[in-house]
C-alpha cells in the first residue's frame, strides 16, 4: 500500500501534517489494504506528495501494517546528499512500527559521492548484525528513470500538477527555481544536479505526439536544437506535455553498482511496470530495465563479469524476494510449490534493449512457466494467460 497515495486520499497534494482526525483515517485506509492483500507499507519518499511526509507520521501508518505483519519499503528520502540520514529514517521507521524494512533500488546519486557505497553497505550491514531485520534491491543500471518534472524543486508540486504548471509560466517563479537547481540540497534529491546537468537527463517517454522526436535526447541536445538554455529547455517541455514526460537521469557509478549488487541481502528488481511490444499503449521510449534487468544482471554481470556464482545470481531474483514478501510456494524448484519456472541457456542469456532503444526482448530465454502453463516459447507468447493476482496470505 502506497503510503503517497494513502495521503493524497485525505489530504490532497499540499504540504501540511493531517491533524489527528485525518492521521485515523489514513491508518483506517492502510488497514483495509492489509485486509485486502497488500504486502505491507511502500513510500516515495523524493516525490510529491510523499516528501510532505514526516517520519512521525510514516511510523503510525507503518505500525498499521505491522500489526498484520507487512513489510515496511521505502524508496528513501535521500540517495545522494543525505543518504545515510535516510537510511537512518527508514531503520528509525522499522525499529519503532516493529516491522521489516526494505529499502527500494539501492544506489548513490550524484558524483560527488560517488565511491561510497561501501559506507553505505557498511551501515545497513550493522543494522543487520544489531539484529533489525532489513534488506535491499537493486537493478543493473546507472541510470534511473522518473518523471521529468521530477527533477524540480518538491515545493514547485505543492498543491498538484495543475498548481506546477502554473508557477512555471511564471519568470519570477523560474528564476527561483533555477537559482536552486543549481545546487545540491540536503532537505530534497536535485536529480538535475546530480546528473551533471542537461547532459545527463534523457527524456525517455512522451505523450504528446509533437514532441516524440525528441525521444531519447537529452535535455542539453534539446536546448541547443531549439536554443535555448538547458533549464528553460526542461521547464518548456514539461509544459508543453502537461508533466507526463518520462526522463532517465544519469546519476550512480559502476563500481557502487557492482559493491551493491554482490551484497548477499540485494535482490534484484526492475523498479518498472509491465509493458507492450506492440498496440496502442506500445511506449518505445522507457527504461530499459523494464526489458532487461535479469538478462543483463546473468549476462553481464554474471557470465561475463563473474560478479558472483550463478546459483547466488538466481536466488536474488528467485526465492530471496518470495521468501522476503513472505510468498507462499514461491521462489523455488520445490515439490507442491507453484511451477514459475524460466529456462535460459547461461551462454546466450543477455540483454539487448539499451537506452536508446529499451523496448527490445532478451536473448537467450527458451521457455517462461507461470503457474505450471507454458507462456513463452522460442521468442514467443503461447497465448496462455495464467498469471494471478497476489495477495499476502494467499498461496
Known amino acids: 500500500m502506497g503510503a503517497a497515495q494513502v495521503r ?19 491508518k483506517a485506509l492502510v488497514a483495509q489494504a492489509m485486509h485486502q492483500g497488500a504486502f505491507g507499507l511502500s513510500t516515495a519518499l523524493i516525490y510529491p506528495p510523499g516528501h510532505f511526509a514526516k517520519t512521525d507520521e ?33 531503520l528509525r521507521i522499522g525499529r519503532e512500527a516493529g516491522l521489516p524494512v526494505e529499502i527500494f533500488h539501492l544506489k548513490v546519486s550524484g558524483k560527488t559521492r560517488w565511491g561510497s557505497m561501501p559506507k553505505i553497505v557498511r551501515m545497513i550491514q550493522a543494522a543487520r548484525d544489531s539484529g533489525q ?20 524543486p518538491p515545493w514547485v508540486a ?3 500538477l495543475d498548481k506546477l504548471l502554473e508557477r512555471l509560466k511564471d519568470l519570477a517563479i523560474r528564476k527561483k527555481i533555477k537559482l536552486e ?11 538535475y544536479f546530480d546528473s551533471g546537468g542537461g547532459t545527463g537527463v534523457m527524456v525517455s517517454g512522451v505523450v504528446n505526439p509533437d514532441l516524440k522526436k525528441y525521444d531519447g535526447k537529452t535535455v542539453a541536445q534539446i536546448a541547443a536544437e531549439q536554443k ?10 514539461i509544459l508543453a506535455d502537461k508533466g507526463q514526460t518520462g526522463a532517465l537521469y544519469f546519476i550512480a557509478n559502476e563500481d557502487d553498482l557492482q559493491y551493491g549488487l554482490k551484497q548477499p541481502w540485494v535482490s534484484l528488481c526492475l523498479d518498472a511496470g509491465e509493458l507492450s511490444l506492440d498496440g496502442p499503449l506500445f511506449e518505445p521510449h522507457s527504461h530499459p530495465r523494464a526489458f532487461g534487468s535479469m538478462p543483463r544482471f546473468l549476462g553481464h554481470y554474471v557470465r561475463d563479469l563473474n560478479l558472483l556464482p550463478l546459483e547466488q545470481a538466481i536466488r536474488k531474483m528467485t526465492s530471496l524476494p518470495a521468501q522476503r514478501e513472505h510468498l507462499r510456494d514461491r521462489g523455488l524448484l520445490k515439490e507442491g510449490y507453484f511451477a514459475d519456472i524460466t529456462i535460459f541457456d547461461p551462454a546466450q542469456i543477455r540483454d539487448t534493449a539499451t537506452y536508446a532503444k529499451p523496448a527490445q526482448l532478451s536473448q537467450g530465454v527458451k521457455y517462461v512457466f507461470v503457474n ?24
Open 8 to 26: 493524497e486520499a485525505v489530504l490532497g497534494d499540499v504540504d501540511r501534517a493531517p491533524t489527528p482526525e485525518e492521521l485515523e483515517r489514513m
Open 58 to 90: 510514516l511510523i503510525e501508518l507503518a505500525k498499521v501494517a505491522a500489526q498484520y505483519g507487512g513489510i515496511y519499503g521505502s524508496h528513501m528520502r535521500s540517495e545522494g546528499q543525505t543518504e545515510r540520514q535516510a537510511i537512518a529514517e527508514a
Open 133 to 152: 531485520d532489513v534488506s535491499a534491491n537493486m537493478y543493473p543500471y546507472v541510470a534511473g528513470g522518473t518523471a521529468l518534472a521530477s527533477s524540480l
Open 158 to 160: 505543492d498543491g498538484g
Open 181 to 191: 537547481m543549481a545546487l545540491d540540497h540536503p532537505n530534497w534529491e536535485n536529480l
Open 228 to 237: 535555448k538554455s538547458s533549464l528553460d529547455a526542461l521547464f518548456d517541455f
Open 372 to 395: 505450471g502453463q507454458l507462456e513463452f516459447e522460442g521468442g514467443q507468447l503461447t497465448g496462455a494467460k495464467t498469471g494471478r493476482p497476489l495477495r499476502k496470505g494467499e498461496p
